[in-house]
């Protein structure tokens, strides 16, 4: 009697878990203008560095936050995150999307992720963030590297 109520119960339980799954459709990733990069981000005509420099007047605690993690990095990574930032902000419109489109849908796309996760945090996330520092940013010098410099 217990092995047929036990059976009974499997069976309906496997029919919920397939009917959810069932419901689901198939899963797909993709990149909108505000994720996995904020739109202004996309848009802006800003540098690296202008960014940052907004960042430290209009989110003084999002700058100080990135750069004590930043600073606990090795020389190496550090050139390589400004590498690859400015890479980025060389990049027009089309291409940054396209970026954005492949850190949404390839998980191993970016490379530097993997050495260091939050690389980008200051540029990449946190949409309040991006939207007061490219309000400012073009007021910033473009080219001024003393905002890699934090102590």
């Known amino acids: 009697m ?20 069932a419901g689901l459709g198939s899963a797909s990733a993709d ?21 940052m420099a ?3 007047d209009v989110a ?30 060389a990049m027009d419109y089309a ?3 396209a970026y954005s489109e492949n850190l949404a849908t390839d998980i191993y796309y970016e490379k530097l992720a993997f050495a260091w996760p939050n690389w980008a945090k200051l540029f990449f996330n946190n949409h309040g963030v991006a939207a007061r520092t490219t309000d400012v ?5 473009a080219q001024d590297m003393a905002v890699w410099t934090w102590a």
Not at 137 to 141: F, G, M, S, T, W
Request: charged residues 20%.
């Open 2 to 21: 217990i092995r047929k109520t036990f059976h009974q119960a499997a069976r309906a339980f496997a029919a919920i878990v397939l009917a959810g799954v």
């Open 31 to 51: 990149a909108t203008d505000n994720f996995p990069i904020p739109n202004r981000m996309l848009h802006t005509s800003c540098t690296a560095e202008q960014i």
């Open 54 to 56: 907004a960042a430290r």
């Open 60 to 89: 003084p605690v999002y700058y100080e936050r990135y750069m004590i993690d930043y600073n606990n990095k090795s020389p190496e990574l550090h050139q390589a995150v400004q590498d690859r930032i400015h890479w980025f902000y």
């Open 95 to 97: 291409g940054r999307r």
């Open 137 to 141: 940013c073009e007021q910033y010098p």
